[in-house]
């Protein structure tokens, strides 16, 4: 399968611990996106990429959160002193971007964050 | 991006199609408009966009008001398969930058 992939797919974690999620986009994608969903609601807009710039940062990506895509492939996602309200799926997006419009993003499955 | 308004939710029959609505009134000129699904328990999935002009592929068509203000995503035959959320989201990106998704309609699909 040559989709969008993220790992772990769930992560159970205690308040003020650490976690990274990783994602892997589509091998000749160079635009990846991150995206939160909480339980009812639309995905929100975290951060994207292009290539291993990171462009554009929402204003809910707080300072506990940051981002990576150090070679322009794969990404890291780290919060660092998890609250409750982290509990989210995670969502991770790969578009080829050649400077047209109507570029599709891919979705990955997620990753599941549960913080006790 | 401006804001979209869907209906909550709809209820179709299988086999029949779907006329799934989205009001967009204060649309700019540059705005694409974008519709998403998302199935239970996976990340959502690209369905159609358009500017200005009717566009028909595989998965649906898309009806676009000669105004903007409005679209329609049309589903033409109706599966089980299709009951999902489906999402209209503007972006004057070119949906190449982040995608400001709202609520969209729980779409379901009666056998």
């Known amino acids: 399968d040559t989709g969008v992939s993220q790992d772990p797919r769930h992560k159970i974690t205690k308040r003020g611990q650490n976690v990274t999620f990783r994602c892997d986009p589509i091998s000749e994608h160079n635009r990846l996106y991150w995206y939160r969903q909480t339980l009812g609601q639309g995905p929100e807009f975290l951060t994207y990429f292009q290539n291993e710039a990171q462009l554009e940062k929402s204003r809910l990506l707080s300072d506990r959160f940051s981002a990576e895509r150090p070679k322009g492939s794969f990404s890291t996602l780290e919060i660092q002193r998890t609250e409750q309200g982290d509990s989210a799926m995670y969502l991770c997006?790969?578009?080829?971007?050649?400077?047209?419009?109507?570029?599709?993003?891919?979705f990955g499955p997620g990753t599941r964050l549960t913080v006790l | 991006d401006a804001k979209t308004t869907q209906p909550n939710s709809m209820e179709s029959n299988e086999e029949e199609p779907v006329h799934l609505p989205c009001n967009h009134s204060?649309?700019?000129?540059?705005?694409?408009i974008h519709w998403y699904r998302q199935l239970p328990s996976q990340g959502p999935e690209y369905v159609i966009h358009g500017l200005t002009s009717n566009v028909n592929n595989r998965m649906a068509s898309l009806a676009i008001a000669e105004d903007r203000k409005s679209s329609t995503l049309i589903l033409h035959r109706a599966t089980l398969r299709d009951a999902a959320v489906y999402y209209c989201i503007l972006n004057s990106g070119g949906g190449a930058d982040g995608l400001t998704f709202g609520k969209g309609t729980h779409l379901i699909i009666q056998p």
């Open positions: 997006a790969s578009s080829l971007w050649g400077g047209r419009v109507g570029n599709e993003q891919f």
């Open positions: 204060t649309i700019s000129g540059t705005d694409y």
